[in-house]
């Protein structure tokens, strides 16, 4: 055989090798919107790539199904419109009364948060009563369900991919099983309404029985909170009207403003305008 009928020869076996390499890798990191069944087996692939064990790989996402209610939820999201005055007016007279009760029934356990994170407790109860009416409305979409839906739908698919991870590496630590994990339909998890990877980076074991849950367990959803808050530089201390740098930090829990600075006036009112 001539030499560059060979060399031919070589370069084409080269090409389908690589080829195949390139096949099997689009294959473990189908992208969004394709045949499900092999975008999650990517899923799978990469979540066992980041040290997840089987067992949470398998309970998480054995059989999970995207959801057509998330996505309906997701594309029908519309721009905040309501001014600050309708919002603050809406939100905090009715949760007013109740977080000063709140306040006043945790109130060793705020003063106890306060002085390890430098929070204070009328600013947690107010993120606490926005968010879920203190624990009333934590919501009842699935997880893992949720996330999935929302990675493979196209519209986010970067952001909630990753959320997947964090909600199995919960799962992995032994927090929650994914059984438990139900929350908001964007993903948002327990009564103050973390993210998965924030759950990961700021859960606190506050009622030491060895496992941080911040659906059933106050002492850990409010610690957890403060936590938080002190992680993207809360200063113990100061004030958090608008303007200041703990309003800085309180956008980081939500980008609104309109939002956030309905935090700062309920949390004004419940420490009484100081």
């Not at 009928?5 to 096949?23: F, P, T």
């Not at 099997?24 to 999650?40: I, K, R, V, Y």
């Not at 606490?128 to 979409?141: C, I, R």
């Not at 964007?186 to 993210?195: H, K």
Request: charged share 15%.
């Amino acid at each position: 055989m001539r030499p560059r009928i060979v060399l031919r020869k070589w370069i084409a076996a080269s090409c389908l090798l690589l080829l195949g390499c390139v096949c099997a890798s689009a294959q473990a990191t189908a992208p969004c919107g394709g045949d499900f069944g092999t975008w999650l087996q990517g899923v799978k692939t990469e979540a066992a790539a980041q040290g997840i064990s089987q067992r949470a790989i398998q309970s998480g996402l054995g059989g999970i199904t995207p959801d057509p209610a998330v996505i309906a939820h997701d594309h029908a999201q519309g721009v905040f419109r309501q001014s600050f005055e309708q919002f603050s007016g809406r939100m905090i007279p009715p949760r007013l009364a109740r977080g000063a009760k709140m306040l006043a029934q945790y109130g060793p356990t705020f003063s106890k948060i306060e002085q390890q994170f430098g929070v204070p407790g009328a600013v947690i109860v107010a993120i606490w009563g926005l968010e879920t009416d203190y624990g009333a409305g934590n919501g009842n979409f699935a997880t893992i369900r949720s996330l999935v839906s929302l990675a493979y739908d196209c519209r986010r698919p970067d952001k909630f991919r990753g959320e997947i991870f964090a909600a199995l590496k919960i799962v992995d630590r032994g927090d929650m099983a994914p059984a438990d994990m139900h929350g908001a339909w964007a993903g948002e998890i327990g009564q103050t309404q973390f993210l998965p990877s924030s759950y990961l980076k700021f859960a606190v074991d506050y009622d030491g029985n060895g496992r941080r849950d911040l659906i059933h367990s106050v002492p850990d959803v409010l610690a957890s909170t403060a936590n938080y808050l002190k992680g993207y530089g809360w200063q113990r201390g100061q004030p958090w009207g608008e303007g200041t740098p703990n309003f800085q930090v309180l956008l980081l829990w939500n980008a609104s403003q309109v939002y956030t600075k309905t935090v700062a006036a309920f949390a004004q009112q419940l420490s009484g305008g100081q």
